[in-house]
């Protein structure tokens, strides 16, 4: 049975992820307020994103690996950037650290340069 993962915009700005193996159905009852707690609170929603699948666990595992991205990182995929996706996977600990000391403090600052030879 196919799958579909499909990103949902609510009234409020915010993003939903989800899957299902029949979109047209899902994005019926998230509209009527039969979806997750997330959208029923948060109506109307706009279906912005979507992939298929050839089965309903492919478009499951996919949901997972989304849900844990960034706002900007979704917002990539979602407006087509895939070259952007790898840079906007680094978390803080792929960043060289920029160390500010106060007078009994001292504390580390985040860099915007990548260390070279992390993975990506």
Known sequence: ???WLYILEC???????????NLDIRLEQHQIGEGANHTKKRLPVKLIYSEEYQRIDEAYYRVKQVEGWSRKKKEALINGDHNLLPALAKNYTQYP??????SSTTVDVPSSEPVEGGSY
């Not at 009234?11 to 193996?21: H, K, L």
């Open 1 to 3: 049975m196919k799958g």
């Open 11 to 21: 009234a409020d700005g915010t993003y939903y992820t989800g899957s299902t193996n």
């Open 97 to 102: 650290r920029n160390v500010v000391s106060t």
